[in-house]
């Protein structure tokens, strides 16, 4: 009886253990089915979500070359080569003068491409100004920059804030936002410039016009160049009549600010003057140029907050340091220190 005992526990519990091993097995199986499924419900998904990106890309195209197709002789745009380039005492955008009036000593030279005969120049040096037509080719947004006829949802920054070393007549405060057409604004939606210098002279050897009060880039490329005609260019002449000029475009209203040297920053500029580019040899007009090029930049707040650390001009082959002191209403820049740049801070030549 005993071991009828023992038999019926041990048959029991080898049941028991069938039938959870069965119901295992069955979950497993389960399991494995629920996993394909949901897998194969994930492909159809992604391969949905694919077809659906298609189709809007698709549909987006569609959609652009409607547009397209319904603007009124849309031209083609070409593609102009630069005719030259120019060297300037300008090295980066910093403290360029944002008008060629502003600074009548800065120096610039355009010299046109090799394939260019020299012939081209012939009369230019009859005139005493030209109009440069350029690209501004350090612009930061180069990359947002797309043409209008190629995206019907272009967009670009239709309001710019005018020059804040400006006084704006009856608004009180610097910094109003003006349509980006009624400005010089170098972000356009076509990055291309239009400057007024002053011939000096015109090299007909090297192909090579030199510059006076200019505000233009080292390296930046030059797509035409045209002489001022007065008969042309000026309203005055042509009489038509009162030539009205917005307080936030009249350089006339630019405030200035004191510039001083610092003791012994004069003994450097002497050391420096064979070193120069544009003016080589001439540290006096270099220098000169420089006090014009930091009085009519105000965009430059004191340095106060960080005394040990000046702000920096790269001109002509050198770095200029220079800290802000004062108070807001008199604030006085002071030339701290120049040096002779290196390479790599873009104290090179220019593409010429």
Not at 76 to 93: A, F, M, Q
Request: one cysteine or more.
């Amino acid at each position: 009886m005993k071991n009828l005992a023992l038999v019926k526990v041990f048959g029991g519990a080898a049941v028991t253990a069938a039938v959870g091993l069965y119901a295992l097995s069955r979950h497993r199986k389960y399991r494995a089915t629920c996993l394909a499924r949901l897998r194969a419900l994930e492909e159809t998904l992604a391969a949905e979500r694919e077809f659906t990106s298609e189709l809007t890309e698709t549909l987006t195209d569609m959609a652009a070359d409607l547009a397209l197709s319904n603007k009124p002789d849309a031209p083609e745009i070409e593609t102009y080569l630069p005719i030259g380039y120019v060297k300037s005492c300008y090295v980066s955008i910093c403290c360029t003068p944002r008008n060629a009036a502003l600074v009548k000593s800065a120096r610039a030279e355009i010299t046109l491409d090799k394939n260019i005969s020299n012939t081209s120049l012939e009369g230019m040096k009859e005139f005493s100004h030209l109009w440069v037509v350029f690209v501004f080719h350090k612009n930061n947004n180069k990359d947002k920059v797309r043409s209008v006829w190629s995206d019907p949802g272009y967009t670009f920054r239709s309001k710019v804030r005018v020059p804040r070393n400006n006084k704006i007549e009856g608004d009180g405060s610097s910094g109003v936002k003006v349509g980006c057409f009624a400005t010089r604004t170098p972000h356009r939606p076509n990055p291309i410039g239009l400057t007024l210098a002053k011939i000096e002279r015109v090299d007909m050897k090297t192909r090579t016009i030199h510059l006076l009060g200019s505000d233009l880039l080292d390296g930046t490329p030059v797509l035409d160049i045209k002489p001022y005609v007065a008969c042309y260019d000026n309203p005055t002449v042509l009489d038509y009549g009162e030539v009205k000029v917005a307080s936030f475009s009249d350089y006339t209203t630019f405030k200035e600010r004191e510039v001083v040297l610092a003791k012994g920053v004069e003994e450097e500029w002497k050391l420096l003057a064979g070193k120069l580019r544009l003016y080589k040899g001439n540290w006096e007009e270099c220098l000169k140029c420089v006090k014009q090029t930091l009085a009519c930049d105000l965009s430059r707040g004191e340095t106060l907050k960080n005394p040990l650390k000046p702000y920096v001009l790269e001109f002509d082959g050198c770095v200029v340091e220079y800290v802000v002191e004062g108070q807001e209403e008199s604030y006085k820049t002071v030339i701290v220190s120049v040096r002779r740049a290196r390479k790599e801070e873009g104290g090179g030549k220019g593409r010429v």
